[in-house]
Nanobody, 117 residues
Framework: QVQVVESGGGLVQPGGSLRLSCAAS????????MGWYRQAPGNVREWVAT???????DYADSVKGRFTISRGNALNTVYLQMNSLKPEDTGVYYC???????????WGQGTQVTVSS
């Protein structure tokens, strides 16, 4: 079955950096778009960034210019480089992977990011 596993969260001071990783497996035809959402305590889950299999990427306005999303060569991994982190970036970050041909989304269990001094 399809599995999505995130890693790389942690505690960082404001202005610091973190890199999140996500690996997806179990799809016979691979994965199309992959990306990240996040959820702060008491808030709804919000979209952060999406990276298709090809060129280009999309970002939420709140992270544009600070976060960079990329894919691994095997196209079953996605990374989120987060720079200039702010306390409002705190939350659980969830990775999703869209299965090619079926277009259904699979989610990871989430990784905690805390930005605090």
């Amino acid at each position: 079955q399809v599995q999505v596993v995130e890693s790389g969260g942690g505690l960082v001071q404001p202005g610091g950096s973190l890199r999140l990783s996500c690996a997806a497996s179990g799809s016979a035809f691979g994965f199309g778009a992959m990306g990240w959402y996040r959820q702060a305590p008491g808030n709804v889950r919000e979209w952060v960034a999406t990276k298709p299999r090809g060129a280009g990427a999309d970002y939420a306005d709140s992270v544009k210019g600070r976060f960079t999303i990329s894919r691994g060569n095997a196209l079953n991994t996605v990374y989120l480089q987060m720079n200039s982190l702010k306390p409002e970036d705190t939350g659980v970050y969830y990775c999703y992977a869209r299965r090619l041909g079926v277009n259904d989304d699979f989610w990871g269990q989430g990784t905690q990011v805390t930005v605090s001094s």
